[in-house]
Structures are given as structure tokens and as C-alpha cells.
């Protein structure tokens, strides 16, 4: 089996050569990588990945924290991981959460022992206090706001975005709105109905639904708003997925759309899309890109970054 001389021996470089073009060193020639990968493909090379670690003190792996690996809104960003990582010939270890603590130190222990080169945290409960003690083992990306500049993150700020959906609904003509949000006491969640607070005159508490994650939960959001007397003319979902359930039901009840409520979804999911859902399109696939860039770029001695991108309004026919 051909080694690390024999390609270096093949392509006429040096051994330093190829060992960069093996670990996606930026410093090589266009000319010379091309030729060390032509010497792999003909020489039939194989790599030891048990003695790249050791060769270079690196995995090519990085975990990548998420609460719920089967909901489309973490879809989108794991989809740009995903193809960020190809490029860098890196591989993803996708660890599920549930928001649970422990499940999140135990993803943040494989960073601690060596097992993965980076952490890449989508969601998470876990206080930035917390997550900056495992930073010593290597470099840390959130998707949220509010991380100090040990870590770097790449979101959308809520607060400028919700803002944003609620000047929609507000120059389509709605005054009376209500927001239905997910977990209650996020810093997603709290930054949304601050939002509201501040920027809908008419706002009121009990137009705040919470805990509504899933299709199912839209669903069953149904009978809670069909049982109010006095209901808000529209609906500002934080999640495209529970706007969907919600929208879904009261077709299926006869109630119009949006004649009788305009519903406004949040995320930019295709699936939103395929139903004509009106929404806030997030660029989730663009941070969860980005996500990985900054921490290789991290990993090679680059300094954490925050980034913040913006929304845009996605028109459809439940606005």
C-alpha cells in the first residue's frame, strides 16, 4: 500500500507537501495539490485516519449539538455544515440533546478528550460561563446570541427580526397580532416577546402562546385559539414547522385563510413554502456554513468572530 514518500516520491514534492494537502493547508500551489491528489488516485491511496490523529493532533471531526435531530428548522443549518465539511474533507458528529444538560457536557467532553477537533452548538441550555471552560480544548461556535468573545457565534439577532415580521403583519393592515414561541424562557423566546411588547400597541399576554415545537403542537394550538372569544386578527409563529400544523387544522375546520386570521410563519422552510405559507425567511443554511468556516478558520489560528445576519419577508397566501 503507497505511503506518504511514495505520493510525495510520484508527484515530485515534498513529504511537508503532501502532508498539507492532506490536512487542507491553505498554503499549497493549485498546480501541486492537484498533482498530489492525481498521485493518490493512481497510486490507489488510502488514509490511515488513526495515524493522521496521531501525526498531527487532529480528528477531522467536529460535534455538532443540536436539541432534535428530526426537525426540519435544524434541517437547514445542519445542511450547510454538512456541505462546508465536504469541502474540507471533515466529518460531522451529529449528537442530539433533547436540551437536556448532561447529554450537552457529554457532547462538549468529546472536544475535552481529544475526540473531535471543534464544537459547533446550534441550540442549547448550557450558560456561556459553563461552555467557556471546555474553550481551552479547542474552538467553540453557537448559533445564539449573547456569547462572549471566546466563542464565536453566527445568528440572527430575534429581537431585530421579530421586530421585522411584526412590521409585515403591521403594514398588511393587522393591529390585533398574538406570537406563538417555543421554550418560554429561551433567550430566543424572551428576546421575541420583548419585541411584541415593544412594537404592537394592541399586544396582549394571553396572546402569547408558548412550549409549541412541533406540527403537533399547531395542531393542537387549534382548539386553544378557536376556543378564545376575543382572538388577535393575525398570528406571528416563531417556527414555520408549528405554523404549518396550526395553518393545516383550521383548513381542515373551514376557517379561512387569511380572511378570518393571517398566519406568518418564521424560518423559510421549502416545505412553508410548498403550502404557501407567508414567512420570515432565516438563513439558516448560510449560518450553519459559516458556522463551520469560523471554527476550522478557529482550529488554524484565526480569532473567534461574531456575525449576525438579517431576515427577509417571504410572501406566500396566509398574509
Do not use: C
Request: aromatic share 10%; charged share 20%; net charge negative.
Amino acid at each position: 500500500m503507497a505511503n506518504i514518500r511514495d505520493i510525495a516520491k510520484y508527484a515530485d514534492v515534498s513529504v511537508t507537501t503532501v502532508s498539507r494537502v492532506l490536512n487542507e493547508h491553505p498554503y499549497v500551489s493549485k498546480e501541486k495539490r492537484e498533482r498530489v491528489r492525481r498521485a493518490m488516485a493512481e497510486l490507489g491511496y488510502l488514509r490511515n485516519q488513526q495515524a493522521l490523529t496521531l501525526s498531527t493532533g487532529r480528528t477531522q471531526r467536529f460535534v455538532v449539538v443540536l436539541p432534535y435531530l428530526d426537525h426540519p428548522y435544524y434541517g437547514l443549518f445542519v445542511n450547510g455544515l454538512a456541505k462546508a465539511a465536504l469541502q474540507r474533507d471533515y466529518r460531522l458528529v451529529m449528537w442530539q440533546t433533547e436540551y437536556q444538560l448532561d447529554q450537552e457536557r457529554q457532547a462538549l467532553d468529546l472536544l475535552k478528550h481529544r475526540e473531535v477537533d471543534g464544537a459547533i452548538l446550534l441550540s442549547h441550555t448550557m450558560s456561556f460561563d459553563e461552555m467557556e471552560t471546555y474553550r481551552q480544548f479547542g474552538p467553540i461556535a453557537v448559533a445564539t446570541v449573547g456569547a462572549p468573545q471566546t466563542i464565536s457565534s453566527v445568528h440572527v439577532d430575534h429581537y431585530t427580526a421579530f421586530v421585522a415580521g411584526l412590521r409585515v403583519l403591521a403594514q398588511a393592515g393587522y393591529a390585533e397580532i398574538g406570537i406563538v414561541l417555543s421554550r418560554q424562557d429561551s433567550p430566543s423566546s424572551i428576546a421575541r416577546q420583548q419585541a411584541y411588547f415593544d412594537e404592537v400597541e394592541l399586544a396582549r399576554e394571553r396572546w402569547v402562546w408558548t412550549g409549541y415545537l412541533t406540527s403537533e403542537d399547531g395542531i393542537g394550538l387549534a382548539d386553544a385559539f378557536l376556543r378564545q372569544q376575543e382572538r388577535p386578527r393575525a398570528l406571528f409563529f416563531s417556527s414555520d414547522y408549528v405554523a404549518l400544523g396550526f395553518l393545516g387544522e383550521l383548513r381542515r375546520r373551514g376557517v379561512s385563510i387569511p380572511d378570518e386570521v393571517a398566519i406568518l410563519g418564521f424560518d423559510g422552510h421549502p416545505i412553508g413554502q410548498a403550502f404557501g405559507l407567508s414567512t420570515m425567511h432565516s438563513p439558516n443554511e448560510d449560518i450553519g456554513r459559516t458556522l463551520f468556516d469560523v471554527t476550522f478558520d478557529e482550529m488554524n489560528g484565526a480569532a473567534s468572530v461574531t456575525n449576525s445576519l438579517t431576515v427577509t419577508y417571504l410572501p406566500g397566501t396566509t398574509l
